[in-house]
Protein backbone atom coordinates (compact mmCIF):
# COMPACT_ATOMS: atom_id res chain seq x y z
CA UNK A 1 0.00 0.00 0.00
CA UNK A 2 0.87 3.76 -0.50
CA UNK A 3 1.45 5.77 2.00
CA UNK A 4 1.16 9.59 2.20
CA UNK A 5 2.93 12.21 4.68
CA UNK A 6 2.45 15.80 4.90
CA UNK A 7 3.89 18.74 6.57
CA UNK A 8 3.60 20.72 8.27
CA UNK A 9 0.22 19.27 10.26
CA UNK A 10 -0.45 22.74 11.31
CA UNK A 11 0.59 25.91 9.59
CA UNK A 12 0.13 29.25 11.01
CA UNK A 13 0.09 32.55 8.31
CA UNK A 14 -1.07 35.67 7.68
CA UNK A 15 -3.09 37.13 4.91
CA UNK A 16 -0.79 37.79 2.33
CA UNK A 17 2.23 35.39 3.36
CA UNK A 18 3.47 32.99 0.59
CA UNK A 19 2.69 29.35 1.78
CA UNK A 20 3.99 25.77 1.00
CA UNK A 21 3.15 22.91 1.97
CA UNK A 22 4.60 19.27 1.52
CA UNK A 23 3.12 15.52 0.22
CA UNK A 24 5.42 12.72 0.08
CA UNK A 25 4.47 8.97 -0.90
CA UNK A 26 6.08 6.18 0.03
CA UNK A 27 6.93 4.93 -3.52
CA UNK A 28 6.82 6.54 -6.81
CA UNK A 29 3.42 7.67 -7.75
CA UNK A 30 4.18 9.38 -10.95
CA UNK A 31 2.11 12.92 -11.45
CA UNK A 32 -1.19 10.95 -9.79
CA UNK A 33 -1.07 13.21 -7.13
CA UNK A 34 -4.15 16.04 -6.52
CA UNK A 35 -4.35 18.16 -3.65
CA UNK A 36 -7.82 19.58 -2.02
CA UNK A 37 -9.16 22.21 0.15
CA UNK A 38 -11.89 21.68 2.80
CA UNK A 39 -13.83 23.56 5.42
CA UNK A 40 -15.83 22.24 8.04
CA UNK A 41 -19.38 20.81 7.06
CA UNK A 42 -18.22 20.97 3.62
CA UNK A 43 -16.59 18.15 0.93
CA UNK A 44 -13.18 18.67 -0.74
CA UNK A 45 -12.84 20.77 -2.94
CA UNK A 46 -10.20 20.04 -6.24
CA UNK A 47 -7.80 22.24 -6.75
CA UNK A 48 -4.85 20.53 -8.05
CA UNK A 49 -4.93 17.40 -9.97
CA UNK A 50 -1.77 15.53 -11.77
CA UNK A 51 0.16 17.17 -9.64
CA UNK A 52 0.52 20.53 -11.29
CA UNK A 53 -2.76 21.32 -13.29
CA UNK A 54 -5.14 23.84 -11.58
CA UNK A 55 -8.67 22.80 -11.78
CA UNK A 56 -11.26 25.09 -13.49
CA UNK A 57 -12.34 28.22 -11.43
CA UNK A 58 -9.70 27.84 -8.82
CA UNK A 59 -7.41 31.16 -8.51
CA UNK A 60 -3.89 30.97 -9.80
CA UNK A 61 -2.45 31.50 -6.57
CA UNK A 62 -2.70 27.64 -6.03
CA UNK A 63 -0.01 26.22 -7.81
CA UNK A 64 1.07 22.55 -7.75
CA UNK A 65 4.26 20.84 -7.82
CA UNK A 66 6.55 17.34 -8.56
CA UNK A 67 6.22 14.21 -9.30
CA UNK A 68 7.79 10.71 -8.07
CA UNK A 69 7.71 10.74 -4.17
CA UNK A 70 7.76 14.80 -3.53
CA UNK A 71 5.13 17.47 -3.84
CA UNK A 72 4.48 20.32 -2.64
CA UNK A 73 1.31 22.91 -2.95
CA UNK A 74 1.63 26.47 -2.95
CA UNK A 75 -0.21 29.43 -2.29
CA UNK A 76 1.37 32.72 -3.63
CA UNK A 77 -0.67 35.31 -1.33
CA UNK A 78 -2.80 33.53 1.13
CA UNK A 79 -6.38 35.30 1.31
CA UNK A 80 -9.07 35.24 3.90
CA UNK A 81 -10.64 32.75 2.69
CA UNK A 82 -8.17 30.05 2.00
CA UNK A 83 -7.93 29.29 5.67
CA UNK A 84 -8.70 25.45 6.00
CA UNK A 85 -7.45 21.78 6.27
CA UNK A 86 -5.54 20.76 2.76
CA UNK A 87 -5.27 17.23 2.12
CA UNK A 88 -3.27 15.48 -1.13
CA UNK A 89 -4.39 12.24 -2.00
CA UNK A 90 -2.38 9.68 -4.43
CA UNK A 91 -4.72 7.88 -6.65
CA UNK A 92 -1.45 6.16 -8.78
CA UNK A 93 -3.14 3.01 -6.56
CA UNK A 94 -5.93 3.10 -5.28
CA UNK A 95 -6.73 5.83 -3.28
CA UNK A 96 -4.60 7.04 0.00
CA UNK A 97 -4.56 10.57 1.62
CA UNK A 98 -2.54 12.52 3.37
CA UNK A 99 -3.21 13.44 7.15
CA UNK A 100 -3.90 16.93 6.35
CA UNK A 101 -2.33 20.50 6.88
CA UNK A 102 -4.48 23.08 9.06
CA UNK A 103 -4.14 26.36 7.46
CA UNK A 104 -5.37 28.90 10.53
CA UNK A 105 -4.75 32.16 11.08
CA UNK A 106 -1.00 33.70 12.90
CA UNK B 1 -22.37 19.12 -14.80
CA UNK B 2 -21.67 16.56 -12.81
CA UNK B 3 -23.35 15.78 -9.94
CA UNK B 4 -23.18 13.08 -7.36
CA UNK B 5 -25.68 12.80 -4.70
CA UNK B 6 -25.78 10.42 -2.21
CA UNK B 7 -28.55 9.22 0.60
CA UNK B 8 -29.28 6.77 2.88
CA UNK B 9 -27.03 7.90 5.96
CA UNK B 10 -28.76 8.11 9.83
CA UNK B 11 -28.51 6.85 13.11
CA UNK B 12 -27.93 2.81 13.51
CA UNK B 13 -27.03 0.34 16.61
CA UNK B 14 -23.71 -1.10 16.62
CA UNK B 15 -24.40 -4.29 14.81
CA UNK B 16 -27.24 -3.01 12.19
CA UNK B 17 -27.24 -2.23 8.75
CA UNK B 18 -27.73 0.77 6.40
CA UNK B 19 -27.37 1.02 2.86
CA UNK B 20 -25.87 3.78 1.34
CA UNK B 21 -26.78 5.26 -2.43
CA UNK B 22 -25.20 7.87 -4.77
CA UNK B 23 -27.03 9.10 -8.13
CA UNK B 24 -25.02 10.28 -10.57
CA UNK B 25 -25.83 12.63 -13.29
CA UNK B 26 -24.21 14.78 -15.93
CA UNK B 27 -21.96 11.89 -17.35
CA UNK B 28 -21.74 9.11 -18.62
CA UNK B 29 -21.76 7.15 -15.52
CA UNK B 30 -21.20 3.58 -16.98
CA UNK B 31 -17.76 4.81 -18.10
CA UNK B 32 -16.11 5.76 -15.14
CA UNK B 33 -14.75 3.62 -11.78
CA UNK B 34 -16.61 4.81 -8.69
CA UNK B 35 -15.35 5.11 -4.93
CA UNK B 36 -16.56 5.68 -1.65
CA UNK B 37 -14.47 7.57 0.66
CA UNK B 38 -15.19 7.93 4.55
CA UNK B 39 -14.38 10.90 6.87
CA UNK B 40 -14.90 10.27 10.96
CA UNK B 41 -16.08 13.51 12.94
CA UNK B 42 -12.66 15.55 13.35
CA UNK B 43 -10.36 13.15 11.43
CA UNK B 44 -9.06 13.04 8.02
CA UNK B 45 -10.08 11.22 4.64
CA UNK B 46 -10.33 7.51 4.22
CA UNK B 47 -10.76 5.64 1.10
CA UNK B 48 -12.88 2.32 1.93
CA UNK B 49 -13.96 1.11 -1.37
CA UNK B 50 -14.07 1.10 -5.25
CA UNK B 51 -15.80 -0.36 -7.77
CA UNK B 52 -15.02 -0.50 -11.69
CA UNK B 53 -17.08 0.57 -14.63
CA UNK B 54 -19.06 -2.42 -14.79
CA UNK B 55 -19.16 -4.01 -11.36
CA UNK B 56 -17.19 -6.71 -12.07
CA UNK B 57 -14.22 -6.05 -9.79
CA UNK B 58 -14.13 -4.46 -6.18
CA UNK B 59 -11.27 -3.29 -3.77
CA UNK B 60 -12.12 -2.74 0.08
CA UNK B 61 -10.30 -1.22 2.97
CA UNK B 62 -9.00 -3.89 5.22
CA UNK B 63 -11.52 -2.18 8.07
CA UNK B 64 -14.38 -3.29 6.01
CA UNK B 65 -13.64 -6.04 4.23
CA UNK B 66 -16.30 -8.86 4.68
CA UNK B 67 -18.55 -6.26 6.34
CA UNK B 68 -19.29 -3.77 3.36
CA UNK B 69 -20.29 -4.65 -0.15
CA UNK B 70 -19.87 -2.10 -3.01
CA UNK B 71 -22.38 -2.48 -6.26
CA UNK B 72 -23.48 -0.08 -8.57
CA UNK B 73 -26.67 -0.45 -11.03
CA UNK B 74 -25.13 1.18 -14.80
CA UNK B 75 -29.42 1.26 -15.66
CA UNK B 76 -29.90 3.70 -12.97
CA UNK B 77 -26.76 6.00 -12.84
CA UNK B 78 -26.20 4.34 -9.10
CA UNK B 79 -23.95 3.16 -7.02
CA UNK B 80 -24.22 1.83 -3.61
CA UNK B 81 -22.68 0.77 -0.02
CA UNK B 82 -24.00 -1.99 1.71
CA UNK B 83 -23.23 -1.77 5.42
CA UNK B 84 -23.62 -4.82 7.38
CA UNK B 85 -22.45 -5.04 11.03
CA UNK B 86 -21.48 -1.52 11.57
CA UNK B 87 -19.75 -0.36 14.63
CA UNK B 88 -18.79 2.66 16.31
CA UNK B 89 -15.60 3.47 14.24
CA UNK B 90 -17.75 2.87 11.67
CA UNK B 91 -19.41 6.66 12.06
CA UNK B 92 -18.11 9.15 9.55
CA UNK B 93 -19.63 10.95 6.61
CA UNK B 94 -19.73 8.75 3.81
CA UNK B 95 -18.47 10.25 0.38
CA UNK B 96 -19.21 8.93 -3.05
CA UNK B 97 -16.39 10.08 -5.73
CA UNK B 98 -15.63 9.46 -9.55
CA UNK B 99 -12.83 8.56 -10.91
CA UNK B 100 -10.61 9.74 -13.49
CA UNK B 101 -7.81 12.75 -14.20
CA UNK B 102 -9.54 14.87 -12.10
CA UNK B 103 -11.98 13.42 -9.16
CA UNK B 104 -15.64 14.41 -8.87
CA UNK B 105 -17.04 14.46 -5.00
CA UNK B 106 -20.37 13.93 -3.64
CA UNK B 107 -21.43 16.04 -0.47
CA UNK B 108 -21.74 13.20 1.73
CA UNK B 109 -24.09 11.26 3.72
CA UNK B 110 -23.87 11.45 7.60
CA UNK B 111 -23.62 7.78 9.14
CA UNK B 112 -23.69 7.51 12.91
CA UNK B 113 -23.53 4.34 14.58
CA UNK B 114 -24.98 4.64 17.92
CA UNK B 115 -26.80 2.67 20.89
Known amino acids: DIQMTQSPSTLSASVGDRVTITCRAS??????LAWYQQKPGKAPKLLIY???SLESGVPSRFSGSGSGTEFTLTISSLQPDDFATYYC????????FGPGTKVDIK | EVQLVESGGGLVQPGGSLRLSCAASGFTFSSYWMHWVRQAPGKGLVWVSRINSDGSSTSYADSVKGRFTISRDNAKNTLYLQMNSLRAEDTAVYYC????????WGQGTLVTVSS
Open chain 1, 89 to 96: QQYNSYWT
Open chain 1, 27 to 32: QSISSW
Open chain 1, 50 to 52: KAS
Open chain 2, 97 to 104: ARDGVTVW
